[in-house]
């Protein structure tokens, strides 16, 4: 919330957006980067337990050109 982003934002990002990054080694869980773009770029990193079929949310974001290529997917 107090970067702008709303729920239903991240929510939809997890639902139709794309996984750009995939962090299999992270621990405890493995995560990814996803991406999606309705109003504004979006990317949510998410670990994901799938013992306990638990999606835990680490951070949301919008990108930005200083770290990010014009299509917001491709790192600099």
């Keep these: 919330m107090e970067r702008g ?6 929510i939809n990002t997890l639902l139709y ?3 750009i990054e995939s962090y299999i080694e992270d ?3 493995p995560s990814c980067l996803v991406f999606h773009t309705a109003e504004h770029p979006l ?3 998410v670990a ?3 013992n306990a079929q638990i999606c835990h949310i680490i951070t949301a ?6 770290h ?4 917001f997917r491709t790192r600099r």
């Design 17 to 19: 957006g794309e996984i």
């Design 5 to 10: 982003i709303s729920r239903t934002e991240v």
């Design 61 to 66: 974001y919008r990108p930005d050109l200083k």
């Design 27 to 29: 621990r405890p869980y």
């Design 48 to 50: 994901i337990d799938m």
């Design 43 to 45: 990317h949510v990193v």
């Design 68 to 71: 990010f290529m014009p299509d």
